[in-house]
């Protein structure tokens, strides 16, 4: 259930409240019997860890057949003239 804070238009105290959506909003204050209004607060939800982003599965095989069991980027080849590492582990191993 969540927690709603409310604010006094009379006395100008704050009070939060434990609801459940379907319960209807709390109109009077439990101080002074002035009008509440309902306040807007942050959350407090934060996603921690790793798998939240796109970027975080960057890199990982998404093929599910076992026969490529060599990951390359995909602008990279043999010919890579770019002098990027997998080009350049390719040009090794071809000239030796």
């Excluded at 009070?15 to 209004?37: D, M, V, W, Y």
């Excluded at 990982?60 to 060599?70: A, F, H, I, L, P």
Aim: charged share 25%; net charge negative.
């Amino acid at each position: 259930m969540p927690i709603y804070e409310y604010e006094c238009t009379e006395c100008g105290k704050t009070l939060e409240a434990l609801q459940k959506f379907s319960e209807e909003p709390l109109t009077t204050c439990e101080f002074c019997s002035g009008k509440l209004r309902k306040l807007i607060s942050n959350s407090s939800f934060h996603l921690k860890g790793t798998g939240w982003y796109v970027t975080d599965y960057a890199g990982k095989n998404t093929s599910t057949s076992g026969d490529n069991k060599e990951s390359k980027p995909a602008t990279c080849s043999s010919e890579c003239a770019s002098g990027c590492a997998a080009g350049s582990s390719t040009k090794d191993s071809t000239s030796a």
